[in-house]
């Protein structure tokens, strides 16, 4: 017997909304509950990775490279390669961190991939 695929579309008002919420979370308490340590683990990673440093907030939302790799549908050695050449928007450094604006990178897209300043790395060669 094959399996049948069905997809269904709600549309809830405020009340169906709170009272699905209300049934998840009894149903799933676990998932519901926050854990104190994980979140105080999360944030001093975080801490770490950005060697204290605040990411810019005027660049909107950051991603790294396996994320600005998916965007543009390359290897995330092509994306380095890419980097590397100046042939893309540059990169974020926020401490060890490297991170890409993703309105930057969309942007770029958008106006046909136009070639960048060369980076410092092809520069230097």
């Known amino acids: 017997m094959e399996p049948i ?24 308490p676990e998932a519901t509950v926050v854990d104190e340590k994980r979140e105080s683990r999360l944030r001093a990673s975080q801490h770490a990775l950005f060697a204290g440093q605040k990411p810019p907030e005027d660049k909107g939302l950051l991603i790294d490279n396996r994320e600005a790799a998916k965007l543009l549908k390359v290897s995330e050695r092509t994306l380095w390669r890419m980097w590397n050449e100046g042939k893309m928007p540059q990169p974020i450094h926020v401490g060890r961190a490297v991170r890409w604006s993703y309105e930057e990178l969309k942007a ?10 060369a980076s410092k790395m092809a520069k230097s060669k």
């Open 5 to 28: 695929h069905l997809q269904i579309g709600l549309v809830l008002d405020e009340k169906a909304v709170a009272a699905v919420i209300t049934l998840i979370r009894k149903a799933f």
């Open 108 to 117: 770029w897209v958008d106006g046909g991939c136009p070639a960048h300043k």
